[in-house]
């Protein structure tokens, strides 16, 4: 099994007790029952928050109409495809059981489980049955060996209601969908369509709907090969459009190129739009550690085994936040019988992203749900055990992600001695984050606890030699 993106990890630990006032931007793609694993980003936040000022409105005249005419574009490239109607399916996952094709680390009982668990988030689609049948030669053009796919064929023979079958694997060749749809008489769906699917129907922001426009581009192409290849065999060839010297397909192509090229300049533009959002952005959600240090809390989308390459590159946008960060916490529900194979997928996404190496170095691995394993220990040294249902764990977590982000951001906590008749306190609350100040008026100066970087401190002492 491969690595891939799906959505939300570690916000049940935020919203069971991690920190109250913890939240994350959440990437509106896949509903939470899906998830298996995630990841939270962590920033320290400096000064007080909402500071930064909004963005400011575009006027009436020519950059106003040069706004709408780009909104218009912008509409016409988030008109999607009609997705599928309701749907009744059978899963059919084919299983490799020797050879370098053989998945480790999992099942095909629990690939199937996951299978069906993807087709069970989509409003009327249902599973009517599921097969596991093994296979030699997943890479074929039938997939199966005479044998197997036999039988397979006489099931759905068998199954009058069945609409749709969905072939467990991560794409189809175009010929290959073609001879078993012809075979079997229904719609054939693989990974890549079920899970873009997914992703189309739970896009909300144009950025998801841009990303998913992106993504359904190697799909149209694949579609265009086989009509045109449909179309040349009814007429015997090409021809060449009203004289231009161009033919169909080209043409064709040359089209999905140039709707590619604006999905990508669109994209590129809420990027930088959402930039200078982030340096501007409002911190009402932001949570403390044990030392009052204000952090914010980011909850990344999570993973999901297997999501063809396609969909990793369209969707890469979306852990944008994670390179920005601070610190990664890693959280696994170690119950799951593939939590091994989850952190797999998990680190190759993130090794994928070309994150910087302290970032990858300091990740804090966080073993979740230890309340379902009975005297649960933990094979890795440096994860820490919790329960965010119980609340165990939890401040042995905070302490460690204290640590970990006072040394990523070289900053110190400490107390200084100050005179309250200088200027030192004042320079003290701009330049870093006091906590306390513990005041002995008999001699005028006052213990102040705070927490400083370390250049910032290199100042202080210049400025306020003791």
Not at 183 to 205: E, K, M, P, Q
Not at 345 to 365: F, I, Y
Request: aromatic share 6%; proline share 5%; glycine share 6%.
């Amino acid at each position: 099994m491969g690595s891939g993106l799906l959505l939300r990890g570690a916000a049940a630990l935020c919203a069971r007790g991690l920190c109250a006032a913890a939240a994350g931007r959440l990437c509106p793609l896949l509903p939470r029952p899906l998830s298996t694993g995630g990841s939270w980003c962590l920033r320290a936040a400096l000064g007080p928050p909402g500071r930064g000022e909004p963005p400011r409105s575009v006027g009436r005249g020519r950059g106003a109409a040069h706004s709408e005419e780009e909104e218009e574009d912008l509409e016409e490239l988030l008109a999607l495809g009609p997705p599928p109607g309701a749907q009744r399916l059978l899963v059919v996952h084919p299983a490799v059981k020797w050879g370098v094709k053989k998945p480790q680390l999992t099942t095909a009982e629990l690939q199937v489980a996951e299978a069906v668990a993807l087709i069970n988030t989509l409003h009327n689609w249902t599973v009517l049955d599921k097969i596991i049948l093994s296979t030699k030669t997943p890479d074929k053009k039938f997939i199966f060996g005479k044998g197997n796919f036999q039988i397979l064929t006489e099931k759905i023979k068998g199954l009058p209601h069945i609409t749709a079958v969905f072939l467990n694997i991560e794409r189809l060749s175009p010929l290959t969908k073609k001879e078993l749809e012809d075979a079997w008489g229904v719609t054939v769906f693989d990974r890549y369509t079920v899970v873009l699917h997914i992703f189309r129907c739970n896009a909300r922001t144009k950025e998801a709907k841009l990303q998913i426009a992106l993504a359904e581009i190697p799909l149209l192409r694949t579609n265009l090969k086989n009509e045109i290849s449909h179309l040349d065999q009814q007429r015997g060839g090409s021809r060449y459009i009203m004289g231009s010297g161009e033919t169909f397909m080209e043409m064709q192509y040359r089209l999905l190129k140039e709707k590619e090229f604006k999905i990508r300049n669109a994209l590129e533009k809420l990027r930088r739009k959402r930039s200078v959002l982030r340096t501007q952005r409002e911190r009402p959600h932001a949570g403390y550690l044990p030392s009052h240090l204000e952090v914010i809390y980011v909850d990344t989308i999570g993973f999901l085994s297997e999501l063809p390459h396609d969909l990793i590159e369209s969707f890469s946008a979306t852990l944008e936040d994670v390179a920005y960060s601070d610190l990664i916490v890693h959280v696994r529900d170690i119950s799951h019988p593939e939590t091994v194979l989850q952190k797999a997928s998990v680190l190759s996404v993130l090794k994928n992203l070309n994150l910087p190496s302290h970032l990858l170095d300091s990740v804090v691995e966080v073993h979740n749900k230890v309340d379902l394993i009975e005297r649960y220990q933990s094979p890795e040294t440096n994860a820490i055990a919790v329960s965010a249902l119980l609340g165990y764990g939890l401040e042995e977590l905070k302490e460690e992600i204290e640590r970990i982000v006072l040394k990523t951001t070289g900053k110190r906590i400490l107390t200084i001695k100050v005179n309250l008749a200088g200027p030192q306190l004042s320079w003290l609350y701009k330049e870093a984050t006091v906590q306390e100040v513990d005041v002995m008026p008999e001699n005028g100066t006052a213990n102040v606890k705070v927490i400083i970087s370390n250049s910032a401190l290199g100042k202080c002492k210049k400025l306020f030699p003791q």
